[in-house]
């Protein structure tokens, strides 16, 4: 059928007349020679392609170009799959022993007195303030939370290696960084009782804290969604003239399995972005052991070969390597406009959160065993007695005063009018759309007709 349409075609051209016959044996002649000519210019430009990649460093192997995609990758001429135990584990580092010994004089930050005693005493305030919250919420007191015992070094050491204009994207189990940073124990309180004063108006869940003023972005339920908003800020930074402040976006290992996990990645590392990814991998995710989530190297793993990141893996456990890691991270990722992996291996002494019972997936000796030998507030109490700067009648009395403080917050912030109801429409937008103004419309109208269904007393009016 195709040829017979092309020989009908061919022959009504040629039985016109023959200036018409002319003009057609002209065009073609016009498009070959057009043709040709693209095809040379084409050729032209990936010549010269070649010899601007080859001049800007591609290196010939075996006479051949380097593919691009692995540049760097050599040729062999035996076949052989490359094997995850081809790699040893990339190494853990630490500055002090389980008796708070420092193991390698070199390595020991050399903190004042005074810094180290606001590391003990900041750990030491978290861990009481974590024991009466929970507590709380087994009262029915609030609806939910989540402790941080045995990874309060991680939180702290981090914190200490950062200045107050870098810009943290937690997950919800750093609530060391606040502290260190100064949010206050009534701030804590009033957030879980979600009252009038609780800065985030009572819209977000227990533990979900956030504060403007200390750079520290609240925290949303959904795992991994703070990874790629962190690249984002990052490269925002970056774009600054003179940027002397970086990202730093907390995670958990369970976190490091979503997708927007690897997304956020591959984005820093190609668009250079001065973020900081440091991985809490404390091992269980919420109930899920790390042999059963990944096949890899930890976290840390990824990022060398996997992302073309710079990575370090640290004790989490061990508050001076966490501040060492994290200051160099800073450096780096400043000096260099690239991103760093931190990983710092740690053990979730307590359960999942309040919803969870971790005796179900592991034995209590297990945990005991991370609760004394292993325990970041051991290690660096055992550091001061050796430097001679620990009193164990101070450490009872700040705990005791912490309590007081806690259980008195509580006291008040339950007592505080919940926020006015109408606020759960505000805060989105700076000039409130039509749909929202007709559900609050609805919503005000179903209030005032069953107001006796609410408990409308508890809330600012």
Not at 51 to 66: E, I, L, N, P, T
């Amino acid at each position: 059928m195709a040829q017979l349409h092309t020989c009908c075609v061919t022959q009504l051209i040629w039985s016109t007349s023959y200036p018409f016959r002319c003009a057609f044996v002209n065009m073609s002649l016009l498009r070959k020679s057009v043709q040709l000519f693209n095809v040379a210019k084409l050729n032209t430009r990936m010549l010269s392609g070649v010899q601007r990649s080859y001049s800007a460093g591609v290196k010939r192997v075996d006479d051949r170009y380097a593919f691009p995609g692995a540049r760097d990758a050599s040729f062999v001429n035996s076949l052989k799959l490359t094997m995850p135990e081809d790699y040893a584990p990339i190494p853990i580092y630490r500055v002090m022993d389980r008796d708070g010994y420092v193991l390698n004089e070199q390595e020991d930050p050399q903190l004042s007195q005074e810094v180290v005693e606001k590391m003990f005493r900041d750990m030491l305030l978290l861990s009481t303030m974590d024991k009466i919250l929970y507590e709380s919420q087994r009262q029915g007191r609030i609806s939910f939370y989540m402790t941080n015992f045995g990874e309060e070094a991680s939180h702290i050491g981090s914190a200490a290696a950062l200045e107050m204009r870098d810009v943290i994207y937690g997950q919800y189990r750093e609530a060391g960084v606040l502290v260190w940073r100064g949010f206050r124990i009534d701030q804590f309180v009033d957030q879980c009782y979600g009252n009038d004063d609780d800065l985030g108006r009572g819209k977000q869940m227990p533990v979900h804290y956030g504060s403007k003023e200390l750079n520290f972005v609240t925290i949303s339920s959904p795992l991994s969604t703070q990874i790629p908003q962190a690249v984002g800020a990052a490269y925002a930074l970056k774009r600054k003239p003179n940027n002397d402040a970086c990202v730093v976006c907390y995670f958990g290992e369970g976190a490091a399995s979503e997708g927007d996990a690897h997304a956020a990645f591959n984005f820093a590392a190609t668009l250079e972005c001065p973020v900081i990814f440091f991985c809490r991998n404390n091992g269980f995710a919420i109930s899920t052991p790390s042999n059963e989530q990944y096949r890899g190297d930890g976290i840390a793993g990824r990022g060398p070969m996997g992302y073309g990141i710079a990575t370090v893996r640290v004790d989490g456990t061990d508050v001076f390597a966490v501040y060492n890691a994290m200051k160099r991270a800073r450096e780096y990722v400043l000096r260099e406009n690239k991103p760093v992996v931190l990983e710092a291996l740690a053990y979730r002494v307590s359960h999942h959160s309040t919803s969870d019972d971790s005796t179900a997936y592991r034995s209590a000796e297990e945990i005991e065993m991370w609760n004394t030998l292993e325990h970041p507030i051991s290690k660096l109490k055992s550091y001061m007695v050796h430097k001679g700067w620990f009193n164990e009648k101070e450490e009872t009395e700040f705990v005791s005063g912490v309590r007081k403080q806690v259980l008195k917050q509580i006291a008040i912030s339950e007592k505080k009018l919940k926020p006015n109801w109408r606020e759960m429409f505000e805060g989105v937008y700076a000039d409130m759309p039509k749909h929202l103004l007709e559900q609050q419309r609805e919503l005000e109208q179903h209030v005032e007709a069953h107001k006796q269904h609410y408990p409308l007393k508890s809330f600012k009016q």
